[in-house]
């Protein structure tokens, strides 16, 4: 059996400094936004390029706290339109909701499924803000969506859950924009044992403003300064992070290793490879192909011990949640949605197991 993710491999290459840093924490015992939590966001601050960095509870709450942050700074109001790309995890599109924004769906590109500044610029009446989300770990096209975002005063956000590391001319991902969220979802390319998420920006105002709504609208215990919630990065997690965060550059060459080998050697007309252009701006969190007939793929893949995930089965506006939502018209996500499949990708496959994974595709 080829795992599509095998978390125990990838989380048991560190058990030494886990158990090391697990003793040091439970010796110190200061569990919530100890040190690890301040180390973290130093180094991810480093390893990003911006100038703040503020953990969070997990990756929604970095989301709906930088819209939130926003909204308390002015620079947001309630209603306020917000660009989401139609093609993305539910969480994107729920953070708009939560800070009681209108989410405004656009279509994806359907080479690179990510946001393209030509279709922003189609709805961009009335908007204030764009979340562009690097899907997959490929960057979304950034330089002109900055651009767009400049020329018409918006605010630009990076949902980065599936991005660290990936970089462009620009920079790195969570750089890339006024304001960016992180996962660390056990899953992510930098992910946790448990829980966890970030904020990066270099706005000093919207930092604060997120220090404060974090913890309770709180720096200093029992004085509470606005209303707050309770989204703080667990410090036990942090202390993962910082130990895992080392070793995310070449987790991500490693990824890109495998795709390339997958782009290179899968040769069968019924199988879609993913666009990619060779450049550090993918860190492949998925490898995603599309297929004309993806239950009978399955079959296939199953049959032979091949383990795949489909990201994502339903469209966001398909979702019982978003009946509000389900009379919007985006064939390209739909059918976007009926033909993808992701095949097994991570630092800790082996050789053999690519090799098997090649073979097994051409065989289809
Ligand atoms: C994982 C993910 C999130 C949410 O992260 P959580 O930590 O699970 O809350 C948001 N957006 C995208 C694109 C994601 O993949």
């Not at 700074?73 to 953070?95: C, R």
């Not at 960016?180 to 270099?202: E, H, I, M, Q, R």
């Not at 599309?290 to 383990?307: A, S």
Request: proline share 3%; net charge neutral; hydrophobic share 40%.
């Amino acid at each position: 059996m080829i795992k599509f993710l095998d978390l125990y491999k990838i989380n048991q290459r560190f058990n030494d400094e886990f158990n090391a840093t697990f003793n040091e924490s439970l010796e110190q015992s200061h569990f919530i936004l100890g040190n690890n939590v301040t180390d973290f966001e130093k180094e991810f601050t480093n390893y990003c390029g911006t100038k703040y960095c503020i953990g969070t509870g997990n990756g929604l709450d970095a989301l709906t706290l930088i819209l939130k942050g926003y909204i308390h700074l002015g620079k947001l109001k309630k209603g306020d339109k917000v660009i989401v790309p139609a093609n993305t995890f539910i969480a994107t599109i729920l953070s708009v909701l939560h800070a009681d924004l209108e989410p405004v769906f656009v279509e994806p590109n359907s080479r690179t499924y990510n946001l393209s500044a030509e279709d922003v610029e189609l709805n961009i009446e009335g908007v204030k803000a764009i979340i562009m989300v690097h899907l997959y770990g490929q960057l979304a096209d950034v330089e002109k969506l900055k651009f767009l975002a400049e020329k018409h005063k918006l605010l630009l956000i990076e949902d980065a859950a599936q991005a660290h590391g990936a970089e462009c001319g620009l920079g790195k991902a969570g750089a890339l924009s006024d304001a960016a969220a992180f996962s660390f979802y056990p899953s992510k390319n930098l992910g946790a044992l448990g829980d966890g998420g970030c904020v990066t920006t270099n706005d000093s105002g919207l930092s604060s403003a997120i220090i404060l709504l974090r913890n309770y609208g709180s720096t200093e215990k029992y004085k509470n300064e606005i209303i707050g919630y309770n989204s703080r990065l667990d410090d036990m997690q942090a202390a993962f992070l910082k130990i895992k965060l080392r070793h995310l550059d070449v987790d991500n060459e490693r990824r890109r290793a495998i795709a390339n080998t997958y782009l290179e050697n899968v040769k069968n007309k019924k199988i879609t490879l993913p666009y990619y252009d060779g450049s550090k701006n993918h860190v492949f969190y998925a490898f995603v192909v599309e297929v004309d007939n993806r239950e009978d793929f399955i079959q296939f893949l199953d049959h032979n011990n091949i383990q795949w995930l489909i990201h994502y089965p339903v469209a966001p506006h398909k979702q019982k949640a978003f009946s509000v939502f389900s009379h919007l018209k985006l064939p390209l996500t739909e059918k976007i949605q009926k033909r993808v499949i992701s095949l097994p990708i991570s630092p800790v496959m082996t050789n053999n197991e690519i090799r098997t994974v090649v073979n097994v595709l051409n065989a289809y």
